[in-house]
């Protein structure tokens, strides 16, 4: 069985869910959300022991997709991620009653399978015209999930403004692959890098086509100066599509940054440098505005939201190294690393912000007060997941920092550095404070999660500890081919 | 498997057994002893188990082939020597927890312990960091939850010392990564000590990069240590912090930017130290913890700063004995890091019983303890006296030892920066006289002023204050028994002459 089959079988099962819910009154939100984890899970089982070879793709399929480690990765991660989020929905079921009442909630088990399908033909797409309507199908399901608890006037309010953010840098990213188009005389990616090779090729025009690329995706990774949108959106948005945007979309956005920033920075290319130089002077804004406002946030989900701006600079730095393969990782595998040590993490932090709304609290940090007393495994569990995202050593998020930060060393990248570490410092402050305020604070009513809750928390705890100890599975899994180690 | 990682896994295993709901003290107390007895063999049988270099029991996982990081862990002589600092301390300081304290006490001790025990006992640059790095968390939220000062005030002490110790441990990141960066040969990356000992003894770098370097980890690891000016978060991190966590950050893992220095820094970067303007610098620095603090020292009317400060302004002493780099000098400081240690340890531990019993430990307001409290007077007369550098107490021979080594006596040395500065340092014994013997007089002498009383502790709290007193006068009298383990030293010294 070949990982293609395995799209369209979620498109088939998204598409099927959706008539469910509208031709079969009788079918209960239980039903549809054992569907649809159901088939997640499975299209998670059949992905592992499909055929991941690229001989095993369909004829019809071989001219606009490929299957390099890359692209497996990041499939397997849409999956993953999809997974999580149905479950978050899951747990989400008092918020959703609330705003959408009445309602079974079934767009908010099918569109997240549909975007799944979106993401994984992303990671494959060889030029840009698949990477635009992969996009396009990403981004059109979630102005739906954004807007979706639509009783809520955040969810309202987030819902108007990344439809016009979204809108706007669609019209941004097509204006950019036009300019890309234009210069190069290509689609594919293996054409714009061979063009731009060319020392006859236009640089300037070239370099306008790039900016504009970047500056689409970077509406879509939220990366500054494109990420004023992301606090307001990231708060009004139901948890489960926070954490999609959060990691899905962004992931999303990163595997087609790296293929078009690969075809840019190919070897010979006119404007590498120069695409290098956005990349990094952008990470390192996107790490300051990210860490830097996150200081005076009280409000842990928009303190999520800030915490992952600044981890797409991050992500921005690690592919600003893309020529360096030391430590088996060339810039792109590094970033791919630093997202699946950013996926439990994130998941964990949004799981832990819905068990405590579904318990009637808040996303405020007083909320969040005497929680070591009210669930203590819940409060460990949360101070795993901060310090994580602080990146201390022996969790997961210290490991892809890391990797970031020997780049950048390695390159001498001074003054990207410099901005990183006062982003890690700043990081610090503002993750601890919250775990502060759950050891502290009055005891209220114990506060009870079930089983099954508690089984994912331990998973992604475990997660995060195994990955900050013991890496190497994860590490091995992005190797770079000795072959193609020295680009 | 080594016996070692059994060592730094059992503080582990009991906070999560203490977590799940077992009997905490009991938990708690007994993998402390436990850990004391495995490491008290450790010692006898280092001797026979050393390999050349000095390491012993070494053992090691790989955790990532490229970059090349394993969970290694192996004793030399100061790694061992912290080692048992480290078993003792924790001892005494669980011990002395009283049973109506939450369980939480335990467990952050027993996560200081557990950090230090793998930051000393580690072999590989990246696990001996991030086991510090572990340990730090618990002693920031034990002092900014059970602080003994109001909400407010424990809040700011404990951010300053988080400020201060996360921007230094970045400080400590940036200077590991350079030299790891600059070891590196070929396309691989390693962190292991070893290796990278290795390598600095077949290609050492250029003198004038081992200084530079070896300065951006001095102020790394000096920022951990409260080196001048870097030391405001001590004083009054330590005045706070609640006894166990005073007792086990001030006794041991404070020495962890020390060890540093000894173990990763001196070796890797021999010359470093001695570059003339990294010298100059250190020794100005040093001056400034023993000189200016001994007089800020002075200046206090409340015992937790004077010893607070205290404890800053010994750790001069021990900078003075790594700037000098010889031998002699550096086996002082290791023998008084374990001395410093030990006493700090003791006198944290009185000094909370002090708290409890008056609720203010002003000088002024206190007097005659002893006639009530004979046994308690003089167990503190043990540290205190320790701290001043007594004869017979183990700090003595430390002091000795450095101020011998760095001054380099063999009849034909100049009096040299290296020089001026012993005869400078020297007076810091007599402002460490001034201090303690004066705050000791005002407590324990003289007529109780009325309303303060107090009785000797009971028998079983006795036995871990006694434990630490022992150990001074043991290793004060016998100082050759941690001595012998530090002949690895030797080599250190001896590329540090070359």
């Known amino acids: 069985m070949s990982v293609f089959s395995i799209e369209i079988l979620l498109v088939v099962l998204g598409v099927g869910l959706l008539l469910l819910e509208a031709l079969v009154p009788s079918l209960t939100r239980r039903a549809l959300a054992s569907i649809s984890l159901g088939g997640a899970a499975l299209a998670l089982v059949l992905f592992f022991f499909a055929d991941k070879s690229a001989a095993a793709l369909p004829a019809f399929a071989q001219p606009f997709h490929q299957l390099d480690t890359l692209a497996v990765f990041y499939k397997g991660f849409a999956l993953v991620i999809t997974l999580a989020v149905l479950w978050l929905t899951v747990e989400s079921r008092a918020y959703l009653e609330r705003y959408t009442p009445g309602g079974r909630h079934g767009e908010m088990f099918s569109l997240p399978l549909i975007v799944c399908a979106g993401m994984m033909w992303m990671a494959s797409a060889k030029d840009l015209i698949t990477v635009f309507v992969c996009l396009e199908l990403v981004t059109v399901s979630f102005y739906v999930l954004v807007a979706f608890a639509r009783k809520s006037s955040f969810a309202l309010e987030a819902g108007v403004k990344y439809l016009i953010l979204g809108a706007l840098s669609t019209g941004v990213l097509v204006y950019g692959i036009a300019w890309t188009y234009g210069v190069t005389d290509s689609m594919s990616f293996e054409g714009i890098a061979e063009a731009l090779a060319a020392p006859a090729t236009a640089k300037n025009a070239a370099l306008l086509g790039a900016a504009f690329l970047l500056a689409g995706l970077g509406f879509k990774v939220a990366a500054a100066p494109f990420h004023i949108w992301v606090p307001d959106v990231y708060q009004g948005a139901p948890n489960p599509v926070t954490a999609f945007l959060s990691v899905g979309s962004k992931a999303a956005g990163f595997i087609v940054l790296t293929r078009v920033v690969d075809a840019f920075m190919a070897k010979g290319s006119v404007i590498a440098s120069e695409v290098q130089a956005l990349l990094l002077i952008g990470g390192a804004l996107t790490v300051l505005l990210g860490s830097l406002p996150a200081i005076f946030q009280t409000n842990l989900k928009r303190l999520l939201a800030y915490s992952s701006i600044s981890h797409a600079g991050y992500l921005l730095l690690a592919l600003g190294c893309a020529q360096t393969a030391r430590f088996d990782l060339d810039g792109s595998s590094v970033a791919a690393f630093y997202l699946g040590t950013y996926l439990p993490m994130t998941v964990l932090g949004f799981l832990i912000l819905t068990v405590v709304r579904q318990a009637g609290l808040g996303d405020d940090a007083q909320d969040f007060a005497g929680l070591a007393k009210k669930n203590p495994f819940l409060a460990f569990a949360a101070t795993l997941g901060f310090a994580s995202l602080a990146g201390i050593p022996l969790t997961a998020g210290f490991m892809g920092k890391l990797f970031v930060f020997l780049g950048l060393v390695e390159n001498a990248h001074w003054f990207a550095l410099s901005c990183a570490v006062i982003g890690a410092a700043a990081g610090f402050y503002y993750y601890l404070r919250p775990v502060l305020v759950m050891f502290t604070g009055e005891s209220g009513p114990a506060l009870k999660i079930a089983a099954p809750t508690r089984a994912v928390l331990v998973l992604l705890a475990g997660a995060i500890l195994v990955i900050g100890v013991f890496p190497k599975p994860l590490q091995g899994v992005l190797k770079v081919p000795v072959a193609s180690a020295t680009k | 498997m080594s016996i070692l990682e059994v060592v730094i896994l059992l503080p582990v295993l009991a906070v ?307 700037a000098a780099g010889t031998e002699l000098a550096l086996q002082g400081a290791v023998l008084l890091m374990f001395g410093h240690g030990v006493a700090i340890a003791l006198l944290f531990a009185l000094t909370g019983r002090m708290r409890n019993q008056f609720g203010t430990l002003e000088v002024a307001k206190l007097g005659g303890l002893a006639s009530h409290a004979p046994v308690f007077s003089i167990l503190f007369a043990f540290g205190a006296f320790a701290s001043i550098g007594l004869p017979g107490l183990a700090n003595f021979a430390g002091e000795v030892l450095i101020f011998l080594g760095a001054f380099g006596y063999d009849g034909t040395a100049t009096v040299g920066p290296l020089q001026w500065t012993v005869i400078l340092a020297l007076w810091g014994v007599v402002m460490s006289a001034v201090y303690m013997l004066r705050a000791y007089r005002g407590i324990f002498q003289g007529t109780a002023a009325t309303g303060l009383f107090m009785n000797d502790p009971s028998f079983s709290q006795r036995v871990p204050l006694f434990l630490l007193a022992a150990a001074l006068l043991v290793v004060g009298c016998c100082p050759w028994l941690l001595l012998d383990f530090l002949k690895s030293l030797s080599t250190t010294a001896a590329v540090a002459a070359m």
Request: glycine content about 10%.
């Open chain 2, 16 to 322: 999560l057994a203490v977590w799940l709901g077992a009997p905490a003290r009991l938990v708690s107390v007994g993998s402390a002893l436990l850990n004391l007895v495995i490491l008290l063999g450790v010692a006898a049988k280092y001797k026979a188990a050393a390999a050349t270099g000095g390491l012993a029991f070494q053992h090691a996982r790989v955790v990532l082939e490229n970059p090349a990081i394993s969970f290694g862990v192996g004793v030399d002589g100061t790694a061992l020597i912290l080692g048992l600092l480290t078993a003792l301390v924790t001892l005494a300081a669980v011990w002395q927890i009283s049973d109506d304290r939450p369980p939480m006490y335990h467990i952050a001790s027993q996560l200081i312990a557990g950090g230090a025990f793998g930051a000393f006992l580690c072999t590989d640059v990246f696990f001996i960091y991030a086991f510090h790095e572990l340990a730090l968390i618990p002693t920031f939220l034990m002092i900014a939850l059970h602080g003994r000062a109001d909400d407010a005030t424990r809040k700011a002490v404990a951010w300053k010392a988080t400020i201060y110790l996360g921007a230094g441990s970045l400080v400590l990141l940036a200077g590991l990564g350079w030299l790891v960066l600059e070891f590196s040969g070929g396309s691989k990356l390693t962190f292991d000590l070893i290796a990278l000992r290795e390598m600095a003894q077949s290609s050492p770098l250029p003198v004038e990069k081992q200084g530079v370097i070896f300065f951006v980890l001095l102020i790394g690891f000096g920022t951990l240590v409260s080196l001048f000016p870097l030391h405001s978060w001590a004083a009054p991190a330590y005045a706070t912090a609640p006894v166990p966590v005073a007792m086990l950050h001030a006794g041991v893992l404070k020495k962890f930017g020390l060890y540093g220095l000894i173990r990763i820094a001196l070796p890797l970067l021999p010359q470093g130290p001695h570059v003339e303007w990294v010298q100059k610098a250190m020794l100005l620095m040093l001056l400034g913890n023993i000189i200016i603090i001994g007089l800020v020292t002075i200046a206090q009317k409340s015992l937790d700063r004077i010893l607070g400060n205290s404890s800053v302004m010994h750790m001069g002493y021990i900078f003075l004995g790594i």
